[in-house]
C-alpha cells in the first residue's frame, strides 16, 4: 500500500517502504540493529529447502516466520523433537524462517513519535503474563483483553531501566529509518541490558491497542498524536 501511494504521489504518514519492509524482516533488523550496536538476540535463518541440525541448537529457542506479524506461526520449541514441526508451521506463512534464542526478561514496549532529531518517547508499558507467551491479533474478542497477558502502562520498572529503554527504542527507530511513528518492542533482562524484539511501523491505533496508551501515558491525547504524525508529513520534515 505504502508502495503504492509513493507511485501515485499521494503522500501518506509513517514509515516508509524501505524502513517498513526492513523491520517487517526481522532477521534484517537485528542485523542493521546490531551493527547499531543496538542488542539483538542470537538467531539463525532457515530457508525454504533447507534442514536443520536440532541437536546444534541450546533450547528453549522461538521458531518464526522471517516476513510476519501478530504472532502467527510462532511457536516456543523447548525440546529437539519439537524442532521440525514447528519449522513447518512458521513456513506456512513465510518460506524464510528465524529460529532465535529465547531472551530471558521482561517484554517491554516503547511507542515512538516524530522524525530524527526530533523524537518523542512515550511511556514504557511492560507485558504481564499469566502463562505460555505474547500472542497478539489472534484473540476472538481483542477489545476484552488477552486470556494470558495484561499491559501495565507505566511498566513496573526502575525511572533508570525506563530512561534506558526510550533511549535504546530512539537508537532502534534512527538506525532504522523509521518516521512518524513506530512500536519498539524489547526484552529488560534482569542485568539491565536491553534486548530487541522488533519493530511495529504501522502500530494499532484502537481503544486497546499499546501505542496510544503508552502516548496518553506520556501526556498526549489520541487527537494530539493523528496531529503530529499529519504535520510532520504535510510539511515534509
Known amino acids: 500500500m505504502q508502495g503504492l501511494l509513493e507511485l501515485s504521489g499521494i503522500p501518506y504518514v509513517g514509515c516508509d517502504v524501505q524502513s517498513s519492509a526492513l523491520c517487517m524482516d ?3 533488523a537485528y542485523i542493521v540493529a546490531g551493527k547499531a550496536g543496538i542488542g539483538t538476540p542470537n538467531f539463525r ?3 525454504a529447502k533447507e534442514t536443520i541440525d ?3 541448537l541450546s533450547y528453549p529457542v522461538f521458531v518464526k516466520p522471517a516476513r510476519s506479524g501478530s ?3 510462532v511457536s516456543k520449541v523447548c525440546r529437539k523433537e519439537e524442532l521440525r514441526s514447528a519449522v513447518e508451521t512458521a513456513r ?3 518460506s524464510k524462517v528465524l529460529i532465535e534464542e529465547a531472551v530471558a526478561g521482561s517484554e517491554v514496549g516503547c511507542a515512538i513519535l516524530g522524525n530524527d532529531p526530533e523524537l518523542m518517547a512515550g511511556e514504557v508499558d511492560q507485558i504481564s503474563l499469566s502463562h505460555g507467551f505474547f500472542r497478539i491479533h489472534q484473540e476472538n474478542e481483542p477489545e476484552k483483553g488477552s486470556e494470558n497477558s495484561t499491559f501495565i502502562v507505566p511498566a513496573g520498572i526502575s525511572a533508570e531501566a525506563r530512561l534506558f529503554v526510550q533511549e535504546t527504542a530512539k537508537a532502534v527507530y534512527r538506525a532504522l529509518g523509521c518516521r512518524g511513528l513506530a512500536r519498539v518492542d524489547m526484552f529488560l533482562k534482569e542485568d539491565g ?3 530487541l524484539n522488533e519493530v511495529n511501523t504501522l502500530p494499532g491505533m484502537t481503544s486497546y491497542s499499546r501505542y496510544p496508551r503508552m502516548v496518553a501515558a506520556a501526556g498526549l491525547t ?3 498524536v493523528i496531529d503530529r504524525i499529519v504535520a510532520l508529513t504535510l510539511q515534509g520534515k
Do not use: H, N, P, R
Open 222 to 224: 489520541f487527537a494530539e
Open 26 to 28: 526481522k532477521s534484517l
Open 45 to 47: 535463518t532457515v530457508t
Open 92 to 94: 506456512q506463512y513465510d
Open 193 to 195: 541490558k536491553v534486548i
Open 54 to 56: 536440532a541437536d546444534g
Open 71 to 73: 504472532s502467527f506461526g
